[in-house]
C-alpha cells in the first residue's frame, strides 16, 4: 500500500474506523442519552467531508486500478455526506419520539455511507460488488429498525430479499462479464471489449448489471419493492435510503457504463431509453392513485429515477456524455435536496403508530403552520420543475441534454409525464391550502433546521445555479 | 446597484418590496395590509409612467435594456435582459395600471386571509410584467411558468364553490401548453447557442436558409409556441378552462385574469411565433384566421346562451380575443396594431365588467341575470357606468372598443396572408352578435320591471371607493374612442419594423 493508494481513500478510511470506534463507543453512553451519539456520527461525517473537500480537484488510481478518485467521485462523496448529514437531522428527535433511539442507528448509517462512497470510487466490478452489499446490509437492517413493528419489519425483509436477488444479478453479471474479457477492472473490460472480445457474453453480463442497479436505483420495471419499503421503513430512514443509495446506484451506473462498457452501447442504449421512459410513465401514473403521502413520495421517486436515467441514455457518445452527466449530477443534486425537505414535513406530521401519514392529514397545515406548507409548497413545485425552484433549472438542463444528444422523444415524454406529476403533487397543496383541517406537528430544532434549509437551498440556489452548473460540469472522469 | 436602479428591473421587481414589508406584518392588521399592497402597486405604477417618459415611440428596437450575463457557464449563454419595444410597452403600462385597481377592488370583497391574498397578487404583477419584459427564453419561461402559481392561489383559495376544480383545471391546461413549448425553447436554444431572443432572430435565418432547420421543423417549433399561447388567449377549441377559472375566481382574480393574463397568450403570439418563425406563420396565417373567426362566432353565441353574467362576460372574453387573433394574422399595419390596441381595450372593458359584477355581487351574492331587473332605478350610478362599460364592450363607435374592431376588421380584409375576405365577413357578424348579448344582458338586468333580488334586497348605489376604483377605466375608454392617435404612435414603429422582416 502506497501513500497515493492510502491518500485516495484517506476520507473512506477515516470514515469507515470513526464507524467502527463509534460502535464502541456508543457502549458506553447511557441509554437515554443517544443525542451524543448522533451527535458524535455526525461530527464524523463532517470530519470526512473535510477529507472530501481537500480532494476537489485531484485525480489518480489506486490499488493497483480497484479504486479511482476524480472529480465525478469527489462530487458523489460530497454528495452523499451532507446527505448523510441531512439523514441525521432528521433521524436525531424522530426516533426518540417512536422510540427506537438505539445508537447502533447512527453507526449502521456511517457503514452505509461508506459504501455508498466506495461505490463513487469503484474502478473495479469486485469493488463495485464490495460497495454495493456494504451499503445495502446496514440498510435492510435500518428498514426493519422499528422492530417489533409488523410493518418495519416486512419493509426489512422484503427489502433484503429483493436487495439480494439483486445483487445476485450483479455478480452473476459481473461473472459473465470476466468470462468473456478475463478482467473486471473497467479499464481491461474496455481495452478488452474494444478489441473485438466475443461479444455475446459481455452484453448479456452488462444487461444483467443493468438490472442489478436498476434494482438499487428502483428504475422500472425493477421497482415493484420500493413502495413497500418506503413505506414500512421508518421514514427517516427512508428519506436517507431514497436520497443516499439513489445517488450511489446511479453513480455505479454511469461509471460502470461509461467507462466499461460504451462499446456496447448500441444495444444498451435502446434498453436504457425504454428503462427512462418506462419509469417515468410508470412511476408518475401510479402516483396519481395514492392518499398516502410516504407511497405517494415513493412511487415519486421511482419517476424521478427515470428522470435521472434520461442522463444516461446517450452514454456511448463521447460527444454529448459530459453534458449529459452534468445533467445528470445536477438534477441529483435538486432531486436530493427537495427529496429530504419533503421528507423532512412528512417527519414533522408523523404519529406514533403511522398516523398522519394520509394525505388527507394535511388539510388545514397551511393555516395552522404557514411556514412548513410553505415549505412543502416549494418541494411539490420543485418536484413538478415550476419555478422559482432548484427542480425546474434541473428538469430544463436534463431535458436540454437530452435534446441535445438527439432524444427528443425522450424529453417529450419527459415535459408530458411531469404535467402528469402537477396533478398529485399539487393534490397535496390543495389538501394544505384549501381544505379545512387540524393538523398537529412535531416542533424538533434539528428537524426544522433541515426543512427550512432545504427549502431556501430549493428556491434560493435556483436564482444562482451557476456555481452548481460548474461543479457538475467540472465532475467527469 | 447599477443593476438594480434599471428602470425595467425597477419596474419588474418593486412590488417584492411590498411582499417583503407585509411578510413581516401581523395578519389582523387587515386595512395596513390593503394600503401596503396599493401604495406598492401605486408607485409601481409611477414607475412604469417613469419608464414610458423615457421610451422614444419613434424608435422600433428594443429599448431601456437591463441586460447582464446571468448563468454562463458549462455551454449556457443565458441572460437577464429586460427590454421594452412598442410591442410591449402598452401591455406593460395595462399591467401596472390594472394591478392598483384590482386591489382597490378588494377592499372589502376580500376579508379572509387578506394577508396571503396580497402577497399573492403582488407576485403575480412581477410574474406579469416580467413576462412582457423577458428577452431571454429562458427568463420569459421562468416568468410564464411563474405566473401560474399566484394565480392558482388566488383562484383555489378566495374564488367560487367550485374553486378546487377550477384552480386545478387552470394549472394543468395551462402547464399542458407551456411543456410543449418548453421543449420547443430548448431545441432552438441548442440549435442557435443562445437563449436570448434578439441574438436568435440574427442567427435562426442562416439556419432556416441551410436547412439545418427544415421547413417541417420550424412548423412543429410553430406549433410547440402556439400551442402554450392559444391555450392561454384562449383560442377556440382550448377555451374550456377559461368559463371555469373566470366563475370561480374572486372578483380581483378575474380582472387580472381577463385583463392581463389572457394577453400574454397574444403577446407571446405577437413577440415570439411572427419573428422566430416567420414562414410557418405565414403558412399558419389562414388556419389561425378560421380558428380565430370560429372564436368570435362560437363565444358570441354561447355568451347569449349564459344565464350567470360573469360566465358571459367570460365566454364575451373568447369572442374578444378571436378578434385579437384575427387581426394578428392578417399581418399586415392595419391587423397588427388593430391587435394590440384591441388587447387594451379588452383589458379595460372586460376589466371594468368583472369589476362592476363584482361590486354587485358582493351585495347580492348571486349572478344570475334573471333575478335582477330594475337596477337602474335603484342605482343609477351602477347602471351608467355599467352602460358605458358594455357599450365599450361591444365596440360602440366613440368608445375604445370600436377603435380597435374595426381597424382589425380593416386588416383582415385586405390581407394577403389570410387570403379570403369570407373570415372577415363573417367576424364581423360577431360585432353584432356583441350586441344582441350585451345589450340582452343590460336590458334583463338594468331595465324592465323591478326583479326578485331588487326587490328584496336593500341595494346602495356605489361608493366613493367603487368610484374611484372604475372610473380610471372609463376614461381610457374615452379617450383611446375619441383620439386613439397617441397609442397607435407608441405601436406603429414596432409593428412596422416587425412585419418588415416577414417574407410576404
Aim: glycine share 8%; net charge neutral; charged share 10%.
Amino acid at each position: 500500500m502506497t501513500q497515493t493508494d492510502f491518500y485516495i481513500l484517506l476520507p473512506l478510511t477515516v470514515l469507515t474506523v470513526w464507524a467502527c470506534v463509534l460502535l464502541l463507543v456508543d457502549l458506553f453512553i447511557p441509554k437515554d442519552r443517544k443525542g451524543i451519539t448522533a451527535f458524535l456520527a455526525a461530527l464524523g461525517l463532517a470530519v470526512t467531508l473535510g477529507f472530501t473537500v481537500t480532494q476537489i480537484g485531484r485525480e489518480g488510481t489506486g490499488f493497483n486500478g480497484m479504486v479511482t478518485l476524480d472529480g465525478f467521485s469527489t462530487f458523489i462523496n460530497v454528495l452523499i455526506l451532507v446527505s448523510g448529514l441531512f439523514g441525521i437531522a432528521l433521524a436525531y428527535g424522530y426516533i426518540k419520539r417512536m422510540g427506537i433511539d438505539r445508537g447502533e442507528y447512527y453507526t449502521l448509517m456511517l457503514f452505509s455511507i461508506t459504501g455508498m462512497m466506495l461505490m463513487a470510487q469503484a474502478a473495479d466490478l469486485i469493488i463495485v460488488f464490495l460497495a454495493l452489499e456494504l451499503l445495502s446490509i446496514p440498510l435492510y437492517v435500518l428498514a426493519a429498525f422499528a422492530r417489533p413493528n409488523l410493518q418495519s419489519e416486512e419493509a426489512g425483509v422484503k427489502y433484503f430479499l429483493l436487495g439480494a436477488f439483486a445483487t445476485g444479478f450483479v455478480v452473476y453479471g459481473t461473472a459473465l462479464v470476466f468470462g468473456a474479457t478475463g478482467t473486471t477492472s473497467f479499464s481491461g473490460i474496455f481495452f478488452a471489449a474494444s478489441n473485438g472480445t466475443s461479444s455475446l457474453l459481455l452484453t448479456i453480463g452488462a444487461a444483467l448489471l443493468l438490472v442489478g442497479f436498476g434494482f438499487k436505483v428502483a428504475a422500472v420495471p425493477f421497482h415493484m419493492w420500493t413502495p413497500d419499503v418506503y413505506q414500512g421503513a421508518p421514514t427517516a430512514v427512508t428519506a436517507f435510503m431514497s436520497s443516499g443509495a439513489k445517488i450511489a446506484g446511479f453513480a455505479a451506473l454511469l461509471r460502470v457504463f461509461a467507462t466499461a462498457f460504451p462499446s456496447l452501447s448500441a444495444d444498451i442504449t435502446n434498453v436504457l431509453w425504454a428503462l427512462a421512459a418506462l419509469t417515468m410513465i410508470v412511476g408518475n401514473i401510479t402516483a396519481i392513485t395514492q392518499t398516502n403521502i410516504k407511497r405517494l413520495l415513493a412511487y415519486s421517486s421511482i419517476a424521478h429515477a427515470g428522470y435521472i436515467l434520461m442522463a444516461f441514455v446517450p452514454y456511448g457518445n463521447k460527444e454529448v456524455m459530459p453534458v449529459s452527466i452534468a445533467a445528470g449530477l445536477f438534477y441529483l443534486v435538486s432531486y436530493a435536496v427537495t427529496n429530504f425537505g419533503s421528507w423532512g414535513v412528512v417527519i414533522a406530521l408523523e404519529k406514533a403508530e403511522g398516523r398522519g401519514l394520509e394525505i388527507s392529514d394535511y388539510a388545514g397545515l397551511a393555516k395552522k403552520y404557514p411556514a412548513l406548507a410553505l415549505a412543502m409548497t416549494v418541494f411539490m413545485l420543485s418536484f413538478i420543475g415550476f419555478p422559482p425552484t432548484l427542480g425546474m433549472v434541473g428538469k430544463f438542463y436534463l431535458f436540454r441534454a437530452a435534446i441535445a444528444g438527439g432524444y427528443s422523444g425522450l424529453a417529450i415524454i419527459g415535459v408530458v409525464t411531469s404535467l402528469v406529476s402537477a396533478y398529485y403533487y399539487l393534490r397535496v397543496v390543495v389538501n394544505m391550502y384549501m381544505r379545512e383541517g387540524d393538523p398537529t406537528i412535531e416542533r424538533e430544532p434539528w428537524l426544522n433546521f433541515a426543512t427550512a434549509a432545504t427549502a431556501i437551498i430549493t428556491v434560493g440556489l435556483s436564482f444562482v445555479p451557476q456555481w452548481l452548473f460548474l461543479l457538475a460540469s467540472t465532475a467527469v472522469f | 446597484m447599477e443593476f438594480i436602479l434599471q428602470p425595467l428591473t425597477l419596474l419588474t421587481f418593486f412590488p417584492l418590496v411590498g411582499v417583503l414589508v407585509i411578510l413581516f406584518m401581523n395578519s389582523e392588521w387587515k386595512n395596513a395590509i390593503r394600503w401596503v399592497a396599493l401604495v406598492t402597486s401605486l408607485i409601481t405604477f409611477g414607475i412604469s409612467l417613469w419608464v414610458l417618459a423615457q421610451f422614444t415611440a419613434s424608435n422600433p428596437d428594443l429599448q431601456l435594456e437591463a441586460k447582464y450575463a446571468w448563468i454562463h457557464v458549462a455551454g449556457w449563454n443565458i441572460y437577464y435582459y429586460l427590454a421594452v419595444d412598442g410591442l410591449s410597452i402598452l401591455l406593460v403600462l395595462l399591467t401596472a395600471f390594472l394591478t392598483p385597481i384590482s386591489i382597490l377592488s378588494t377592499w372589502t370583497a376580500v376579508e379572509d386571509r387578506v394577508k396571503d391574498f396580497m402577497i399573492f397578487f403582488l407576485l403575480l404583477e412581477v410574474g406579469m410584467t416580467g413576462v412582457f419584459l423577458a428577452q431571454d427564453l429562458f427568463m420569459f419561461y421562468i416568468f410564464w411558468e411563474f405566473t401560474l402559481v399566484p394565480m392558482y392561489f388566488l383562484i383555489g383559495l378566495w374564488g367560487g364553490p367550485r374553486r378546487i376544480y377550477a384552480a386545478i383545471k387552470f394549472f394543468l391546461y395551462t402547464m399542458a401548453g407551456s411543456i410543449l413549448m418548453l421543449v420547443a425553447i430548448l431545441f432552438l436554444g441548442i440549435k442557435t447557442d443562445t437563449f436570448n431572443v434578439p441574438t436568435m432572430l440574427v442567427r435562426l435565418p442562416d439556419l432556416y436558409a441551410s436547412g439545418i432547420i427544415d421547413p417541417k421543423t420550424q412548423m412543429l417549433l410553430f406549433i410547440a409556441f402556439a400551442a402554450a399561447f392559444a391555450i392561454k388567449v384562449p383560442m377556440w377549441p382550448l377555451h374550456s378552462w377559461l368559463p371555469d377559472a373566470h366563475v370561480e375566481a374572486p372578483t380581483a382574480g378575474s380582472v387580472i385574469l381577463a385583463g392581463v393574463l389572457l394577453k400574454m397568450g397574444t403577446y407571446g403570439f405577437l413577440r415570439f411565433n411572427l419573428s422566430l418563425f416567420p414562414n410557418a406563420t405565414i403558412q399558419a396565417a389562414p388556419w389561425i384566421a378560421l380558428l380565430a373567426t370560429i372564436g368570435i362566432i362560437y363565444g358570441a353565441a354561447v355568451s347569449y346562451a349564459q344565464a350567470d353574467v360573469k360566465k358571459l362576460v367570460a365566454y364575451s372574453s373568447v369572442s374578444h380575443l378571436g378578434f385579437v387573433m384575427l387581426g394578428m394574422f392578417a399581418l399586415n399595419a392595419q391587423g397588427v396594431s388593430g391587435a394590440i390596441l384591441q388587447m387594451i381595450n379588452h383589458g379595460l372593458s372586460t376589466g371594468a365588467l368583472f369589476l362592476l359584477v363584482g361590486m354587485v355581487y358582493e351585495q347580492t351574492h348571486t349572478r344570475e341575470i334573471k333575478v335582477y331587473g330594475g337596477l337602474w332605478k335603484v342605482m343609477p350610478v351602477f347602471g351608467t357606468i355599467m352602460l358605458i362599460s358594455s357599450l365599450s364592450s361591444m365596440g360602440l363607435p366613440g368608445l375604445n372598443g370600436f377603435v380597435g374592431e374595426f381597424t382589425i376588421l380593416l386588416g383582415a380584409f385586405g390581407s394577403k396572408a389570410i387570403g379570403s375576405p369570407w373570415y372577415a365577413g363573417i367576424s364581423a357578424i360577431g360585432v353584432i352578435m356583441a350586441a344582441v348579448y350585451i345589450l340582452y344582458m343590460f336590458q334583463k338586468m338594468f331595465l324592465g320591471p323591478a326583479g326578485e333580488i331588487t326587490q328584496h334586497h336593500e341595494l346602495k348605489d356605489l361608493n366613493w371607493r367603487e368610484i374611484l376604483t372604475v372610473a380610471p377605466l372609463l376614461i381610457f375608454m374615452f379617450w383611446i374612442g375619441l383620439y386613439p392617435a397617441p397609442f397607435f404612435n407608441l405601436i406603429a414603429p414596432a409593428v412596422e419594423k416587425l412585419l418588415s422582416a416577414l417574407p410576404l
